[in-house]
């Protein structure tokens, strides 16, 4: 139960740590268990991570593999993610957020991470 309490405030300090907005961006997963690749939408996105809309959910602790191109932005973000949160269509009302998963960039590097945070920190709105 610890184990789950400290990935749960990693992924929470992580959030506090990096500007997040509500933005809809398309991403490609990649993996050996997905036997190819499926595309999801963000709901929204930080420098630390991405939420995941979507009913087919992955588990907790499942690494992905992911890339996405930002609106009017020409290069490719290719990162690793961990999911660290899920939440069900019958948890949806209860974190006021659709069904989805709450993924952790583990991979970024110090390029993509700047590029990300100038973008966001260019788009309006925010959390």
Same mark, same amino acid.
């Given at each position: 139960?610890?184990?789950?309490?400290?990935?749960?405030?990693?992924?929470?300090r992580?959030?506090?740590m990096?500007?997040?907005?509500?933005?809809?961006?398309?991403?490609?997963?990649?993996?050996?268990?997905?036997?190819?690749?499926?595309?999801?939408?963000?709901?929204?996105?930080?420098?630390?991570?991405?939420?995941?809309?979507?009913?087919?959910?992955?588990?907790?602790?499942? *690494?992905?593999?992911?890339?996405?191109?930002?609106?009017?932005?020409?290069?490719?973000?290719? #990162?690793?993610?961990?999911?660290v949160?899920?939440?069900?269509?019958?948890?949806?009302?209860? *974190?006021?957020?659709?069904?989805?998963?709450? #993924?952790?960039?583990?991979?970024?590097?110090?390029?993509?991470?700047?590029?990300?945070?100038?973008?966001?920190?260019? #788009?309006e709105?925010?959390?």
């Amino acid at each position: 139960m610890d184990h789950q309490f400290n990935r749960n405030s990693e992924a929470r300090r992580a959030q506090r740590m990096c500007t997040r907005k509500r933005l809809r961006v398309r991403m490609v997963v990649r993996g050996a268990e997905i036997g190819g690749e499926l595309w999801f939408n963000s709901d929204d996105l930080s420098a630390g991570g991405v939420f995941l809309v979507s009913d087919f959910l992955f588990e907790k602790d499942s *690494r992905l593999e992911m890339s996405f191109e930002l609106p009017g932005m020409d290069a490719t973000i290719q #990162v690793v993610g961990r999911v660290v949160w899920v939440n069900t269509w019958m948890e949806e009302n209860a *974190r006021q957020k659709p069904p989805g998963m709450g #993924v952790m960039f583990e991979s970024l590097n110090d390029e993509q991470k700047q590029a990300l945070e100038c973008y966001l920190e260019s #788009v309006e709105g925010g959390k």
